[in-house]
T-cell receptor, first 114, second 115 residues
Protein backbone atom coordinates (compact mmCIF):
# COMPACT_ATOMS: atom_id res chain seq x y z
CA UNK A 1 0.00 0.00 0.00
CA UNK A 2 1.28 3.48 -0.86
CA UNK A 3 0.12 4.93 2.44
CA UNK A 4 -1.86 8.12 2.85
CA UNK A 5 -1.25 10.34 -0.16
CA UNK A 6 -1.54 14.10 0.08
CA UNK A 7 -1.20 16.69 -2.64
CA UNK A 8 0.28 19.11 -3.23
CA UNK A 9 3.34 18.80 -1.02
CA UNK A 10 3.88 22.55 -1.08
CA UNK A 11 1.47 25.33 -1.93
CA UNK A 12 2.18 29.05 -2.10
CA UNK A 13 -0.76 31.30 -2.74
CA UNK A 14 -1.75 34.90 -2.43
CA UNK A 15 -4.05 36.16 0.25
CA UNK A 16 -7.67 35.97 -0.85
CA UNK A 17 -7.18 33.02 -3.17
CA UNK A 18 -8.93 29.69 -2.81
CA UNK A 19 -6.77 26.75 -1.75
CA UNK A 20 -7.71 23.08 -2.04
CA UNK A 21 -5.72 20.36 -0.32
CA UNK A 22 -6.26 16.74 -1.30
CA UNK A 23 -5.97 13.41 0.47
CA UNK A 24 -6.25 9.77 -0.49
CA UNK A 25 -6.52 7.52 2.58
CA UNK A 26 -5.28 3.97 2.85
CA UNK A 27 -7.65 1.55 1.19
CA UNK A 28 -9.88 -0.10 3.79
CA UNK A 29 -9.46 2.62 6.39
CA UNK A 30 -12.81 4.13 7.23
CA UNK A 31 -11.77 7.04 9.44
CA UNK A 32 -10.07 10.15 8.09
CA UNK A 33 -8.65 13.11 9.97
CA UNK A 34 -7.36 16.53 8.97
CA UNK A 35 -4.81 18.14 11.29
CA UNK A 36 -3.03 21.47 11.15
CA UNK A 37 0.47 21.96 12.56
CA UNK A 38 1.91 25.35 13.51
CA UNK A 39 4.74 26.38 15.79
CA UNK A 40 2.40 28.30 18.06
CA UNK A 41 -0.46 25.81 18.38
CA UNK A 42 1.15 22.48 17.62
CA UNK A 43 -1.00 19.75 16.07
CA UNK A 44 -4.70 20.58 16.04
CA UNK A 45 -7.50 18.36 14.81
CA UNK A 46 -9.64 20.24 12.31
CA UNK A 47 -12.20 17.63 11.27
CA UNK A 48 -12.84 13.92 11.47
CA UNK A 49 -14.80 11.68 9.07
CA UNK A 50 -16.08 8.18 9.70
CA UNK A 51 -17.42 6.20 6.75
CA UNK A 52 -17.29 9.41 4.68
CA UNK A 53 -19.54 11.29 7.13
CA UNK A 54 -18.20 14.29 9.07
CA UNK A 55 -18.39 13.38 12.75
CA UNK A 56 -16.65 16.25 14.47
CA UNK A 57 -15.76 19.55 12.84
CA UNK A 58 -15.40 21.54 16.03
CA UNK A 59 -11.75 22.21 15.23
CA UNK A 60 -12.42 23.98 11.96
CA UNK A 61 -11.28 27.52 12.73
CA UNK A 62 -13.95 29.45 10.84
CA UNK A 63 -16.33 29.40 7.92
CA UNK A 64 -13.51 29.95 5.47
CA UNK A 65 -12.56 26.32 6.01
CA UNK A 66 -14.57 23.44 4.59
CA UNK A 67 -13.89 19.74 4.11
CA UNK A 68 -15.56 17.05 2.07
CA UNK A 69 -15.24 13.33 1.64
CA UNK A 70 -17.29 12.37 -1.43
CA UNK A 71 -16.14 8.74 -1.32
CA UNK A 72 -13.98 6.39 0.70
CA UNK A 73 -10.86 7.13 -1.29
CA UNK A 74 -10.77 10.92 -1.46
CA UNK A 75 -11.09 13.97 0.76
CA UNK A 76 -10.49 17.68 0.30
CA UNK A 77 -9.85 20.57 2.64
CA UNK A 78 -10.66 23.95 1.14
CA UNK A 79 -9.81 27.41 2.40
CA UNK A 80 -11.65 30.30 0.77
CA UNK A 81 -10.51 33.02 1.01
CA UNK A 82 -7.05 32.23 2.33
CA UNK A 83 -5.25 34.49 4.82
CA UNK A 84 -1.58 34.66 5.90
CA UNK A 85 -2.49 33.19 9.32
CA UNK A 86 -3.58 30.02 7.54
CA UNK A 87 0.06 29.29 6.73
CA UNK A 88 0.84 25.91 8.29
CA UNK A 89 1.44 22.26 7.52
CA UNK A 90 -1.81 20.40 6.94
CA UNK A 91 -1.82 16.67 7.57
CA UNK A 92 -4.33 14.08 6.53
CA UNK A 93 -4.42 10.77 8.43
CA UNK A 94 -6.50 7.64 8.20
CA UNK A 95 -7.23 4.69 10.46
CA UNK A 96 -9.28 1.56 10.81
CA UNK A 97 -12.60 2.00 12.53
CA UNK A 98 -11.57 2.28 16.14
CA UNK A 99 -8.30 4.03 15.52
CA UNK A 100 -6.82 2.30 18.52
CA UNK A 101 -3.74 1.24 16.62
CA UNK A 102 -3.04 4.86 15.82
CA UNK A 103 -3.34 6.76 12.63
CA UNK A 104 -1.28 6.60 9.47
CA UNK A 105 -0.35 10.10 8.42
CA UNK A 106 0.33 11.51 5.00
CA UNK A 107 3.42 13.59 4.33
CA UNK A 108 1.53 16.82 4.78
CA UNK A 109 1.01 19.93 2.67
CA UNK A 110 3.01 23.00 3.60
CA UNK A 111 0.78 25.98 2.84
CA UNK A 112 2.20 29.47 2.62
CA UNK A 113 -0.19 32.37 2.13
CA UNK A 114 1.54 35.62 1.17
CA UNK B 1 -10.95 17.82 27.95
CA UNK B 2 -7.81 15.73 27.96
CA UNK B 3 -4.45 17.47 27.77
CA UNK B 4 -0.95 16.19 27.07
CA UNK B 5 2.17 17.94 28.34
CA UNK B 6 5.74 17.45 27.19
CA UNK B 7 7.89 19.55 29.48
CA UNK B 8 11.14 19.19 27.54
CA UNK B 9 11.13 21.32 24.37
CA UNK B 10 14.60 20.03 23.46
CA UNK B 11 16.83 17.13 24.43
CA UNK B 12 20.20 15.92 23.22
CA UNK B 13 22.09 12.66 23.64
CA UNK B 14 25.34 11.15 22.51
CA UNK B 15 25.14 8.50 19.86
CA UNK B 16 24.82 5.00 21.39
CA UNK B 17 23.62 6.40 24.72
CA UNK B 18 20.13 6.17 26.25
CA UNK B 19 17.68 9.06 26.48
CA UNK B 20 14.27 9.40 28.10
CA UNK B 21 11.59 11.79 26.90
CA UNK B 22 8.89 12.81 29.37
CA UNK B 23 5.14 13.06 28.89
CA UNK B 24 2.29 13.63 31.31
CA UNK B 25 -1.40 13.76 30.57
CA UNK B 26 -4.60 14.72 32.27
CA UNK B 27 -7.75 12.63 32.05
CA UNK B 28 -10.60 11.42 34.20
CA UNK B 29 -11.00 8.24 32.18
CA UNK B 30 -9.67 4.86 33.23
CA UNK B 31 -9.20 3.25 29.83
CA UNK B 32 -7.49 4.89 26.90
CA UNK B 33 -4.54 4.64 24.54
CA UNK B 34 -1.23 6.45 24.55
CA UNK B 35 1.16 6.84 21.65
CA UNK B 36 4.54 8.23 20.74
CA UNK B 37 5.00 9.61 17.24
CA UNK B 38 8.27 10.61 15.58
CA UNK B 39 8.50 13.47 13.07
CA UNK B 40 11.87 13.58 11.30
CA UNK B 41 12.90 16.51 9.09
CA UNK B 42 11.02 14.84 6.22
CA UNK B 43 7.86 15.93 8.08
CA UNK B 44 6.30 12.46 8.01
CA UNK B 45 4.56 11.48 11.26
CA UNK B 46 5.65 7.96 12.17
CA UNK B 47 4.09 5.83 14.89
CA UNK B 48 6.81 4.65 17.28
CA UNK B 49 4.97 2.85 20.05
CA UNK B 50 1.52 2.32 21.51
CA UNK B 51 0.25 1.53 25.02
CA UNK B 52 -3.16 0.45 26.23
CA UNK B 53 -3.98 1.89 29.62
CA UNK B 54 -5.47 -1.28 31.07
CA UNK B 55 -2.28 -3.21 30.35
CA UNK B 56 0.25 -2.99 33.15
CA UNK B 57 3.11 -4.24 31.02
CA UNK B 58 5.14 -1.50 29.40
CA UNK B 59 5.22 -1.59 25.60
CA UNK B 60 8.50 -2.23 23.81
CA UNK B 61 9.48 -1.93 20.15
CA UNK B 62 13.13 -2.84 19.57
CA UNK B 63 15.21 0.05 21.00
CA UNK B 64 12.11 1.98 22.05
CA UNK B 65 10.29 1.32 25.31
CA UNK B 66 7.92 3.19 27.56
CA UNK B 67 7.56 3.68 31.29
CA UNK B 68 3.82 3.89 31.86
CA UNK B 69 2.83 5.08 35.33
CA UNK B 70 -0.96 5.17 35.26
CA UNK B 71 -1.51 6.61 38.73
CA UNK B 72 0.94 9.39 38.03
CA UNK B 73 -0.44 9.86 34.51
CA UNK B 74 3.05 9.64 33.12
CA UNK B 75 4.15 8.05 29.85
CA UNK B 76 7.86 8.44 29.13
CA UNK B 77 9.73 7.13 26.10
CA UNK B 78 13.15 5.56 26.45
CA UNK B 79 15.40 5.25 23.42
CA UNK B 80 18.33 2.88 23.91
CA UNK B 81 21.50 2.83 21.81
CA UNK B 82 20.58 6.15 20.18
CA UNK B 83 21.31 6.41 16.48
CA UNK B 84 21.71 9.42 14.23
CA UNK B 85 18.47 8.46 12.50
CA UNK B 86 16.59 8.94 15.77
CA UNK B 87 17.00 12.71 15.50
CA UNK B 88 13.48 14.12 15.18
CA UNK B 89 10.57 15.77 16.94
CA UNK B 90 8.79 13.33 19.23
CA UNK B 91 5.14 13.76 20.08
CA UNK B 92 3.24 12.08 22.86
CA UNK B 93 -0.47 11.57 22.16
CA UNK B 94 -3.61 10.47 23.99
CA UNK B 95 -6.70 8.79 22.59
CA UNK B 96 -9.90 8.22 24.53
CA UNK B 97 -11.78 4.97 24.06
CA UNK B 98 -15.04 6.87 24.28
CA UNK B 99 -16.61 8.69 21.38
CA UNK B 100 -14.51 9.89 18.46
CA UNK B 101 -11.03 8.45 18.18
CA UNK B 102 -9.28 11.79 18.33
CA UNK B 103 -5.57 11.94 18.99
CA UNK B 104 -4.63 14.76 21.35
CA UNK B 105 -0.96 15.68 20.97
CA UNK B 106 1.60 17.24 23.24
CA UNK B 107 3.76 20.11 22.04
CA UNK B 108 6.67 17.86 21.14
CA UNK B 109 10.30 17.37 22.13
CA UNK B 110 13.09 17.98 19.64
CA UNK B 111 15.74 15.28 20.03
CA UNK B 112 19.29 15.87 18.78
CA UNK B 113 21.79 13.04 18.49
CA UNK B 114 25.42 14.07 18.89
CA UNK B 115 27.93 11.91 16.97
Amino acid sequence: DAGVIQSPRHEVTEMGQEVTLRCKPISGHNSLFWYRQTMMRGLELLIYFNNNVPIDDSGMPEDRFSAKMPNASFSTLKIQPSEPRDSAVYFCASSLSMGDYGYTFGSGTRLTVV
Amino acid sequence: AQTVTQSQPEMSVQEAETVTLSCTYDTSESDYYLFWYKQPPSRQMILVIRQEAYKQQNATENRFSVNFQKAAKSFSLKISDSQLGDAAMYFCAYMSKKGAQKLVFGQGTRLTINP
